[in-house]
């Protein structure tokens, strides 16, 4: 419970602060915002981990797995490195595409349906990561 507190309240401290220098147009905001947000990703790691090494049932199941060694452990990290990786660079593709697609519509607005054409190849690279931890979990 404790560790599901830190992580809530991290983030709602996170939304809070980013309205408040919004709004204020706070000079130097940014540098302030990314020295938040990296500290509330640890804070938000840090109740995860609490709150998965409280539960007794996780743990007892954790006890009974260590039969199997690390690979189901290590197969399950994979996964989710293969996509959270797949979609960053998704995310990073997509405001790059989006911007300079909106750029040209707002240039030449029949070239619409070739910018999103473009939007989906660059959407589809999680798909793939997505694909792919899903075939990684199928292996374990």
Do not use: D, H, W
């Not at 404790?2 to 147009?25: E, F, P």
């Not at 595409?97 to 054409?117: D, F, Q, R, W, Y």
Request: aromatic share 8%; charged share 5%; hydrophobic share 55%.
């Amino acid at each position: 419970m404790l560790g599901l507190t830190i992580s809530a309240g991290t983030v709602i401290t996170m939304i809070i602060a980013g309205y408040v220098m919004q709004k204020r147009n706070y000079a130097g905001g940014r540098k302030i915002y990314f020295c938040c947000l990296g500290l509330s990703a640890f804070l938000v790691a840090l109740g995860a981990i609490l709150s998965l090494t409280s539960n007794q049932a996780l743990a007892a199941a954790a006890a009974t797995a260590s039969a199997y060694g690390s690979g189901p452990g290590m197969g399950f990290m994979a996964a989710a490195v293969v996509t959270s990786i797949a979609c960053l660079a998704a995310g990073y593709a997509v405001a790059n595409v989006g911007s300079a697609a909106i750029g040209l519509i707002g240039e030449k607005p029949e070239m619409l349906g070739a910018t999103l054409i473009y939007l989906g190849l660059a959407e589809g690279i999680a798909i793939y990561g997505l694909i792919v931890s899903l075939l990684i979990l199928q292996k374990l």
